[in-house]
């Protein structure tokens, strides 16, 4: 073991010009994978799809409608909802949001539904009809019509405030896009739900409030693009610090520049097996060149060591090196069943899709 590990330590020290150039290479490749990386966000990735009640939930979703649901709640500032604009408003966020690609057209709800109906029991047995009836006009006889069209359908509470100041309109949403047959965008979603819905439909008498996977997904991407500039917050903070242990400028950059090649591999990697950066593990960039940032210090501080203890500073760089070479190829080799893993995994999709 020891000769393995002593012929592996002499060969990368005897060619460290071959394998910084190695390393460049593949940071400059990766580099260029990363720039290309995207946000993505999918429900079916935030649920545990091998637990059973996911597996029945999957089985019958095409038939009963999945859980990745958007909600969306037209209410009227001045408390009461039937006049002429909100009705009008709710119709529109009703219709705009039906015709939005990657809903599930047959699940949008709302009391402008046609499946939104009333039964009520009469002299003659049973009556019934839509809740909003087809010649509805928005005067005071319809109004009425239909406050009472709601109380017989026993749907407020749900689609209707109890104080009658909201009303909900509610859609399903598939996992592929029906135009593209691609995987949903679900940040695109949430960005049509703004501009096409809230943007477009909100008044000074009518307000838009929506929740659901899509909506809390494009908002948290939305708030993950000013983590950037914390990142670069971070970077100086540990800058600063590392030189205030080092005291040495080359020191000082040496650690950080190598845990950012780090990070910039990871990204690549990432969009090199296909996959997307997704909002929910946005921190673990951070993660990543922290844990770079210490190890490197740990390095330097090893180094620094040995050479107070007399030796030269390429002996006492693969001194240090041979040192962790055991820990850090148990570290890699858990890295590398992970990494094999995950292509496994990606790959076996793909078949799947074909």
Known sequence: MNSILTKIETSLFRHRLVVLLVF???????????????????????????H???????????????????????????????????FTQLKNVHDQLFFIPGVNRPLVSSIFAPSARFVEVVEDGFAGGPIIPADFKADARGLATVKENIEKAKVVGRMVANDYSCAMVTAQLMETDPKTQEK???????????????????????????????KMAGDVADGAKDVVLFFLIAILI??????????????????????????????????????????????????????????????INSIGQKVAQGLSNKVAAQSSFAALLVPGGIAFSFLLRYFLLTLVLFVSLQLQQV
């Open 238 to 299: 540990t800058t600063v610090m590392v030189w205030l242990f080092c005291k040495s400028m080359k020191l000082t950059v040496l650690p950080i520049l190598c845990s950012l090649i780090a990070v910039i591999w990871q990204l690549g990697l990432l969009n090199l097996v296909g996959f997307g950066l997704d909002p929910m593990s946005i921190l673990v960039p951070f993660l990543v060149f922290a844990i770079g940032v210490s190890h490197g210090v740990q390095m």
């Open 184 to 214: 949903l965008d679900t940040l695109a979603f949430a960005e049509k739900l703004e501009s096409e819905i809230r943007n477009k439909f909100t008044t000074e008498n009518v307000s838009i409030h929506i929740i659901g996977f899509a």
């Open 24 to 50: 460049l290479a593949a940071t400059l490749f990766l580099g260029f994978k990363a720039t290309q990386i995207k946000l993505d966000a999918s429900f079916n990735k935030n649920i545990p799809l091998n």
């Open 52 to 86: 059973e009640y996911m597996k029945t939930y999957l089985k019958h979703e095409k038939q009963f409608g999945g859980a990745n649901g958007i909600l969306i709640s037209v209410c009227d500032a001045r408390g009461d909802i039937f006049n002429p604009e909100f």
